[in-house]
C-alpha cells in the first residue's frame, strides 16, 4: 500500500494561485500513475488532472485545462497540482491518488491508493 500525503491547501482569493504537493511512499514512484481529484460536500469525486508514472503523459478535465498543471518529481516521490486563477467554483476538497499497479496514465476513478485530503477555499 502507497501512502499519500497532501499538503499546501489553504484559502485563496479568486485570481490567486495555490500549489498542491503529495508525497508518496514506496521505492518505485515512477512506476505509479498519479492524479489529482476534488469533491464538494454532498457530490461526487471528480478527476481534475492525472500524469504517467514518466511524467510524459497527462490529462486534465475541461473545467481546469489552461489554469492548472500536474506534474511529479520522481526525484522527491512527489507529485504537484499548481492551480493558478483560481475561481470560487475551484472550491473543495482535492484528494491524491495513486496507481501503484501500473504507469499508464488512467482517467478514471480506478485508483488503488489515496491521500487524506487538502482543503482549497477560493474566496471571491
Known amino acids: 500500500q502507497v501512502q499519500l500525503v497532501e499538503s499546501g491547501g489553504g484559502s485563496v482569493q479568486a485570481g490567486g494561485s495555490l500549489r498542491l504537493s503529495c508525497a508518496a511512499s514506496?521505492?518505485?514512484?515512477?512506476?505509479?500513475?498519479m492524479a489529482w481529484f476534488r469533491q464538494v460536500s454532498g457530490k461526487e469525486r471528480d478527476l481534475v488532472a492525472a500524469?504517467?508514472?514518466?511524467?510524459?503523459?497527462?490529462y486534465y478535465a475541461d473545467s481546469v485545462k489552461g489554469r492548472f498543471t500536474i506534474s511529479r518529481d520522481n526525484a522527491k516521490n512527489t507529485v504537484y497540482l499548481q492551480m493558478n486563477s483560481l475561481k470560487p467554483e475551484d472550491t473543495a476538497v482535492y484528494y491524491c491518488?495513486?496507481?501503484?499497479?501500473?504507469?499508464?496514465?488512467?482517467?478514471?476513478?480506478?485508483?488503488?491508493?489515496w491521500g487524506q485530503g487538502t482543503q482549497v477555499t477560493v474566496y471571491s
Open positions: 514506496g521505492r518505485t514512484f515512477s512506476m505509479y500513475a
Open positions: 491518488a495513486a496507481d501503484s499497479h501500473s504507469p499508464y496514465l488512467r482517467t478514471n476513478e480506478l485508483y488503488v491508493d
Open positions: 500524469i504517467s508514472g514518466s511524467g510524459r503523459r497527462t
